[in-house]
Protein backbone atom coordinates (compact mmCIF):
# COMPACT_ATOMS: atom_id res chain seq x y z
CA UNK A 1 0.00 0.00 0.00
CA UNK A 2 1.27 3.44 -0.94
CA UNK A 3 2.14 6.10 1.75
CA UNK A 4 0.66 9.84 2.17
CA UNK A 5 3.72 12.40 2.56
CA UNK A 6 3.26 16.11 2.59
CA UNK A 7 7.34 17.36 2.25
CA UNK A 8 7.95 21.54 2.98
CA UNK A 9 10.64 22.25 0.60
CA UNK A 10 11.84 25.26 2.03
CA UNK A 11 14.40 26.24 -0.77
CA UNK A 12 16.97 28.98 0.24
CA UNK A 13 15.40 30.25 3.29
CA UNK A 14 15.83 30.64 6.91
CA UNK A 15 19.00 30.76 9.12
CA UNK A 16 19.78 28.94 12.30
CA UNK A 17 18.07 30.92 14.25
CA UNK A 18 15.18 31.29 11.69
CA UNK A 19 15.24 26.97 11.61
CA UNK A 20 15.20 26.74 15.48
CA UNK A 21 12.02 28.85 15.53
CA UNK A 22 10.28 27.27 12.69
CA UNK A 23 10.81 23.69 13.82
CA UNK A 24 9.57 24.91 17.47
CA UNK A 25 6.30 26.08 16.05
CA UNK A 26 6.32 22.69 13.78
CA UNK A 27 6.54 20.46 16.89
CA UNK A 28 3.29 22.41 18.56
CA UNK A 29 1.44 21.72 15.49
CA UNK A 30 2.50 18.23 14.78
CA UNK A 31 -0.25 15.57 15.36
CA UNK A 32 -0.05 11.95 15.41
CA UNK A 33 -1.10 10.74 12.06
CA UNK A 34 -0.61 8.00 9.14
CA UNK A 35 0.87 10.93 6.73
CA UNK A 36 4.81 11.02 6.70
CA UNK A 37 5.58 14.36 7.39
CA UNK A 38 9.10 15.82 5.96
CA UNK A 39 11.31 19.10 5.75
CA UNK A 40 13.66 20.25 3.71
CA UNK A 41 15.66 23.10 5.18
CA UNK A 42 19.48 24.27 3.50
CA UNK A 43 21.89 21.91 3.42
CA UNK A 44 23.87 24.53 6.48
CA UNK A 45 20.84 23.72 8.34
CA UNK A 46 20.11 19.57 7.81
CA UNK A 47 22.31 18.48 10.87
CA UNK A 48 21.05 20.86 13.36
CA UNK A 49 17.70 20.31 12.46
CA UNK A 50 18.11 16.72 12.70
CA UNK A 51 18.91 17.08 15.99
CA UNK A 52 16.26 18.74 16.62
CA UNK A 53 13.72 17.15 14.98
CA UNK A 54 15.16 13.43 17.25
CA UNK A 55 12.51 11.35 18.11
CA UNK A 56 9.97 13.28 16.61
CA UNK A 57 7.49 11.93 13.23
CA UNK A 58 8.91 14.86 11.10
CA UNK A 59 12.08 13.76 8.63
CA UNK A 60 14.80 16.06 8.05
CA UNK A 61 15.31 15.54 4.07
CA UNK A 62 17.95 17.42 1.56
CA UNK A 63 16.85 19.82 -1.10
CA UNK A 64 19.68 18.22 -3.60
CA UNK A 65 23.11 16.56 -3.80
CA UNK A 66 25.83 15.65 -6.24
CA UNK A 67 26.32 12.24 -8.10
CA UNK A 68 29.93 11.41 -7.38
CA UNK A 69 31.17 10.44 -4.25
CA UNK A 70 33.62 12.93 -3.21
CA UNK A 71 36.11 14.73 -5.37
CA UNK A 72 36.86 18.45 -6.71
CA UNK A 73 32.99 19.73 -6.70
CA UNK A 74 33.74 22.95 -4.90
CA UNK A 75 30.57 23.71 -3.55
CA UNK A 76 28.50 20.33 -3.98
CA UNK A 77 27.69 17.83 -0.96
CA UNK A 78 27.53 14.05 -1.57
CA UNK A 79 25.35 11.04 -0.84
CA UNK A 80 27.26 10.18 1.80
CA UNK A 81 27.53 13.71 3.21
CA UNK A 82 24.26 13.70 3.71
CA UNK A 83 24.08 10.46 5.55
CA UNK A 84 26.71 11.67 8.22
CA UNK A 85 24.19 14.74 9.19
CA UNK A 86 21.50 12.02 9.68
CA UNK A 87 19.35 12.64 6.49
CA UNK A 88 17.98 9.53 4.61
CA UNK A 89 15.94 10.49 1.85
CA UNK A 90 16.90 13.96 -1.16
CA UNK A 91 14.42 15.79 -3.43
CA UNK A 92 15.90 15.18 -6.94
CA UNK A 93 15.30 17.34 -10.06
CA UNK A 94 13.10 19.97 -8.84
CA UNK A 95 12.26 22.44 -11.71
CA UNK A 96 14.21 25.02 -10.07
CA UNK A 97 17.62 23.13 -9.90
CA UNK A 98 16.51 21.90 -13.62
CA UNK A 99 15.99 25.79 -14.73
CA UNK A 100 18.65 27.82 -12.61
CA UNK A 101 21.54 25.02 -12.57
CA UNK A 102 21.50 23.45 -15.73
CA UNK A 103 19.87 20.09 -14.14
CA UNK A 104 19.48 17.90 -17.03
CA UNK A 105 17.92 14.05 -17.16
CA UNK A 106 21.15 12.37 -17.46
CA UNK A 107 22.62 14.14 -14.78
CA UNK A 108 19.21 13.36 -13.10
CA UNK A 109 19.82 9.88 -13.20
CA UNK A 110 23.04 9.74 -12.14
CA UNK A 111 22.06 11.34 -8.79
CA UNK A 112 19.01 8.92 -8.74
CA UNK A 113 21.47 6.58 -9.32
CA UNK A 114 23.83 7.19 -6.30
CA UNK A 115 21.22 8.46 -3.91
CA UNK A 116 20.04 5.10 -4.27
CA UNK A 117 23.20 3.43 -4.35
CA UNK A 118 23.94 4.97 -1.16
CA UNK A 119 20.32 3.49 0.42
CA UNK A 120 18.76 7.10 0.47
CA UNK A 121 15.19 7.69 -0.16
CA UNK A 122 14.52 9.95 -3.33
CA UNK A 123 11.31 12.37 -3.71
CA UNK A 124 11.71 12.61 -7.50
CA UNK A 125 10.48 16.32 -9.21
CA UNK A 126 9.42 16.65 -12.46
CA UNK A 127 6.82 18.70 -14.57
CA UNK A 128 5.65 20.62 -17.90
CA UNK A 129 6.00 24.10 -18.55
CA UNK A 130 3.28 26.12 -19.55
CA UNK A 131 4.48 25.87 -23.09
CA UNK A 132 3.97 22.30 -23.03
CA UNK A 133 0.44 22.33 -21.73
CA UNK A 134 -0.38 25.03 -24.25
CA UNK A 135 0.77 22.82 -26.79
CA UNK A 136 -1.23 19.74 -25.20
CA UNK A 137 2.75 17.83 -24.86
CA UNK A 138 2.15 17.76 -21.24
CA UNK A 139 1.91 14.31 -20.73
CA UNK A 140 4.91 13.07 -23.14
CA UNK A 141 6.52 15.67 -21.96
CA UNK A 142 6.60 14.24 -18.18
CA UNK A 143 6.49 10.57 -19.63
CA UNK A 144 10.10 11.40 -21.40
CA UNK A 145 11.43 12.98 -17.67
CA UNK A 146 10.44 10.17 -15.97
CA UNK A 147 11.74 7.87 -18.55
CA UNK A 148 15.24 9.50 -18.81
CA UNK A 149 15.79 9.91 -15.37
CA UNK A 150 14.47 6.72 -14.03
CA UNK A 151 13.28 3.69 -16.47
CA UNK A 152 16.76 2.36 -16.24
CA UNK A 153 15.76 0.72 -12.57
CA UNK A 154 14.87 -2.35 -11.80
CA UNK A 155 11.12 -2.77 -10.40
CA UNK A 156 12.03 -3.26 -6.77
CA UNK A 157 13.91 0.53 -6.35
CA UNK A 158 10.80 1.96 -6.53
CA UNK A 159 10.01 1.19 -2.85
CA UNK A 160 12.65 4.08 -2.21
CA UNK A 161 11.16 6.08 -4.73
CA UNK A 162 8.69 9.17 -4.32
CA UNK A 163 7.25 10.94 -7.63
CA UNK A 164 6.35 14.58 -7.60
CA UNK A 165 4.52 16.11 -9.84
CA UNK A 166 5.05 19.48 -10.12
CA UNK A 167 3.77 21.68 -13.29
CA UNK A 168 6.06 24.40 -13.61
CA UNK A 169 3.57 26.95 -14.25
CA UNK A 170 2.11 26.40 -10.97
CA UNK A 171 5.38 26.71 -8.48
CA UNK A 172 5.52 30.05 -6.57
CA UNK A 173 2.75 31.80 -8.70
CA UNK A 174 -0.56 31.16 -6.95
CA UNK A 175 -1.61 29.17 -9.75
CA UNK A 176 -2.72 25.36 -9.08
CA UNK A 177 -3.19 22.86 -11.59
CA UNK A 178 -7.00 22.18 -11.00
CA UNK A 179 -7.88 18.95 -8.73
CA UNK A 180 -8.74 17.40 -12.04
CA UNK A 181 -5.69 18.46 -13.76
CA UNK A 182 -3.48 16.74 -11.11
CA UNK A 183 -5.14 13.39 -11.27
CA UNK A 184 -5.13 13.12 -14.75
CA UNK A 185 -1.23 13.28 -14.83
CA UNK A 186 -1.13 11.37 -11.94
CA UNK A 187 -3.40 8.88 -13.90
CA UNK A 188 -1.16 9.15 -16.52
CA UNK A 189 2.16 8.17 -14.32
CA UNK A 190 0.54 5.36 -12.86
CA UNK A 191 -0.70 4.02 -16.53
CA UNK A 192 3.25 4.58 -17.65
CA UNK A 193 4.50 2.83 -14.74
CA UNK A 194 1.98 0.28 -15.55
CA UNK A 195 3.49 -0.32 -18.92
CA UNK A 196 6.95 -0.25 -18.10
CA UNK A 197 7.02 -2.35 -15.20
CA UNK A 198 3.65 -3.93 -13.41
CA UNK A 199 0.63 -3.20 -11.01
CA UNK A 200 2.21 -3.19 -8.28
CA UNK A 201 5.05 -0.51 -9.01
CA UNK A 202 2.40 1.37 -10.34
CA UNK A 203 0.00 1.13 -6.93
CA UNK A 204 2.69 1.18 -4.47
CA UNK A 205 4.30 4.16 -5.56
CA UNK A 206 3.07 7.58 -3.82
CA UNK A 207 2.84 10.33 -6.22
CA UNK A 208 2.81 14.10 -4.64
CA UNK A 209 1.29 17.11 -6.48
CA UNK A 210 3.66 20.25 -5.81
CA UNK A 211 2.57 23.94 -7.37
CA UNK A 212 1.02 26.54 -4.81
CA UNK A 213 -0.81 23.80 -2.53
CA UNK A 214 -2.29 26.33 0.15
CA UNK A 215 -4.48 25.22 3.57
CA UNK A 216 -7.33 26.65 1.40
CA UNK A 217 -7.33 23.70 -1.89
CA UNK A 218 -5.25 21.55 0.09
CA UNK A 219 -7.95 19.14 0.71
CA UNK A 220 -9.81 19.01 -2.86
CA UNK A 221 -6.36 18.57 -4.63
CA UNK A 222 -5.61 15.84 -1.95
CA UNK A 223 -9.01 14.46 -2.16
CA UNK A 224 -8.10 12.79 -6.05
CA UNK A 225 -7.61 9.16 -6.21
CA UNK A 226 -4.17 9.22 -7.30
CA UNK A 227 -2.52 12.27 -5.41
CA UNK A 228 -0.32 11.21 -2.20
CA UNK A 229 0.06 14.34 -1.01
CA UNK A 230 2.30 17.38 -1.29
CA UNK A 231 5.06 19.12 -2.20
CA UNK A 232 4.90 22.39 -0.48
CA UNK A 233 7.36 25.45 -1.12
CA UNK A 234 5.55 28.79 -0.19
CA UNK A 235 3.34 27.36 2.71
CA UNK A 236 5.82 25.08 4.61
CA UNK A 237 7.44 28.21 5.72
CA UNK A 238 4.55 28.95 8.49
CA UNK A 239 3.75 25.64 10.63
CA UNK A 240 0.10 26.62 10.88
CA UNK A 241 0.09 26.22 7.25
CA UNK A 242 1.70 23.28 6.28
CA UNK A 243 -0.07 21.54 8.99
CA UNK A 244 -3.20 22.81 8.18
CA UNK A 245 -1.86 21.25 4.63
CA UNK A 246 -0.86 17.81 6.18
CA UNK A 247 -4.05 17.34 8.11
CA UNK A 248 -6.51 17.75 4.98
CA UNK A 249 -5.13 14.33 3.82
CA UNK A 250 -7.96 12.09 5.27
P1 LIG B 1 5.11 26.41 -4.07
O1 LIG B 1 6.41 25.54 -4.40
O2 LIG B 1 4.27 25.60 -3.12
O3 LIG B 1 5.65 27.67 -3.43
O4 LIG B 1 4.42 26.66 -5.37
C1 LIG B 1 6.31 24.17 -4.63
C2 LIG B 1 7.68 23.60 -4.92
O5 LIG B 1 8.52 24.29 -5.52
O6 LIG B 1 7.98 22.45 -4.55
Redesign the pocket.
Known sequence: MRKHVVAG?WKMNNDIPQTEALIQDLKRHAKTSEVEVMIAPSATNLWHASELLKGSDIEVIAQNMHFAENGAFTGEISASMLKSVGVKTVILG?S?RRAYYNETDKSLSKKVNSALDNGMTIVFCFGEELQDRKADMHQSVVKDQIQSALFHLDASAFKNIILAY?PVW???TGETASPDQAQEMHHFIRNTLVNQYNQSVADDVSILY????KPSNAKEIFSKQDVDGG?????ALNAEDFFAIVNAIS
Do not use: C, D, F
Not at 210 to 213: A, L
Not at 231 to 235: K, N, Q, Y
Open positions: NHEEAIGGGSVLIGGA
